[in-house]
């Protein structure tokens, strides 16, 4: 007769590969409807949507184009809108990181009043729905001149972004052994000399992880997108695109989809480059006598 730990030990390793299943089915099902939806025909779509293949034969990519090509040419423009998304969630992450890297070194290593409560004072702050900020973020801007601006919308990004981004980085920053900051300060280093050759590159995956997180918020959020650049299509980002595709009657859905798809291909690609750094612990054998 099996043993009660021989018996646990099968049935978790049964549960994990149906969890895994599970969530695999949950994650990959829609993406595949999605990518097949935007390389069918739309007669095709029309006659049977509930059809989940489709012949090679009968692959079209008319619908790329039509997305990517330029409004001026009747296309829908997403090209010149993925090149602001760009420019906007790379402002965002230089622009967060150069303040949320001192920031948090500074809340993991100094003594000062209230250190053990700031982390969650910056949890607070992010818990405040963006709505409070878009008002007054609007006016401010307005009167500098800023309104309609992609770095000025990645400025108001870093108000949403910073917070969270200190809390993570800090709560990576208090894994890292003292003692190796010790000896580079032995070695003559200063604070942020040490902080640059030292300390960011053993924390390059706490680095990647948050920026991967404000790439994220950048490339994909919509109100600010909305309240800042709707007077100015030539600066829109993807999201406004993709919103006005959803919002559009004549608009086939084989097009919406094929948005989608341009808007989410570039995550999964940054996903998937970056995997290696998100998994790999650099600190691991650092502190050794």
Same mark, same amino acid.
């Given at each position: 007769?099996?043993?009660r730990?021989?018996v646990?030990?099968?049935t978790?390793?049964? +549960?994990?590969?149906?969890?895994?299943a599970?969530?695999?089915?949950?994650?990959?099902?829609?993406?595949?409807?999605?990518?097949? $939806?935007?390389?069918?025909?739309?007669?095709?779509?029309?006659?049977?949507p509930?059809?989940l293949?489709v012949?090679?034969?009968d692959?079209?990519?008319?619908?790329?184009?039509?997305?990517?090509k330029?409004?001026?040419?009747?296309?829908?423009?997403?090209?010149?809108? $993925?090149?602001n998304? &760009?420019?906007?969630?790379?402002v965002?992450i230089a622009?967060?990181?150069?303040?949320?890297v001192?920031?948090?070194?500074? @809340?993991?290593?100094l #003594?000062?009043?209230?250190?053990r409560?700031?982390?969650?004072l910056?949890?607070?702050?992010?818990?405040?729905?963006?709505t409070?900020?878009?008002?007054?973020?609007?006016?401010?801007?307005?009167?500098?001149?800023?309104q309609?601006? $992609?770095?000025?919308?990645a400025?108001?990004?870093? &108000?949403q972004?910073?917070?969270?981004?200190i809390?993570?980085?800090?709560?990576?920053?208090?894994?890292?052994?003292?003692?190796i900051?010790?000896?580079?300060? $032995?070695?003559?280093c200063?604070?942020?000399?040490?902080?640059?050759? @030292?300390?960011?590159p053993?924390? !390059?995956?706490?680095?990647?992880?948050?920026g %991967?997180?404000?790439f994220?918020?950048?490339?994909?959020e919509?109100?600010f !997108?909305?309240?800042?650049l !709707?007077?100015?299509?030539?600066?829109?980002?993807?999201s406004?695109?993709?919103?006005?595709?959803?919002?559009?009657?004549?608009?086939? #859905?084989?097009?919406?989809?094929?948005g989608?798809?341009?808007?989410?291909?570039?995550?999964?690609? %940054?996903f998937?480059?970056?995997?290696?750094l +998100?998994?790999?612990?650099?600190t691991?054998?650092?502190? #050794?006598?």
């Amino acid at each position: 007769m099996p043993s009660r730990a021989h018996v646990e030990e099968r049935t978790f390793a049964i +549960l994990r590969w149906v969890v895994i299943a599970f969530l695999a089915v949950i994650t990959i099902v829609p993406f595949y409807y999605m990518l097949l $939806l935007s390389v069918k025909p739309i007669d095709q779509l029309i006659v049977d949507p509930s059809k989940l293949w489709v012949s090679l034969s009968d692959i079209t990519l008319d619908t790329y184009r039509q997305v990517l090509k330029p409004t001026s040419a009747g296309g829908q423009g997403f090209l010149r809108m $993925l090149g602001n998304s &760009a420019v906007v969630a790379l402002v965002t992450i230089a622009l967060t990181l150069l303040v949320s890297v001192p920031g948090a070194y500074a @809340v993991a290593r100094l #003594k000062f009043f209230g250190h053990r409560q700031i982390s969650a004072l910056f949890l607070a702050v992010y818990l405040f729905p963006a709505t409070l900020l878009a008002v007054p973020l609007f006016v401010i801007f307005a009167k500098i001149g800023l309104q309609g601006s $992609l770095v000025g919308l990645a400025v108001v990004y870093i &108000a949403q972004t910073v917070p969270v981004s200190i809390y993570m980085l800090k709560n990576y920053f208090v894994t890292i052994p003292y003692s190796i900051e010790e000896a580079a300060a $032995l070695d003559g280093c200063g604070r942020l000399r040490t902080l640059r050759s @030292v300390v960011l590159p053993l924390a !390059a995956p706490s680095l990647m992880a948050t920026g %991967l997180y404000v790439f994220m918020i950048a490339w994909n959020e919509f109100l600010f !997108a909305l309240l800042f650049l !709707a007077a100015n299509p030539d600066k829109w980002t993807v999201s406004l695109g993709l919103q006005q595709l959803a919002g559009g009657i004549e608009t086939p #859905k084989t097009v919406l989809m094929a948005g989608s798809v341009v808007l989410t291909v570039p995550v999964v690609i %940054l996903f998937y480059a970056a995997e290696r750094l +998100l998994t790999e612990g650099l600190t691991s054998g650092a502190d #050794k006598s």
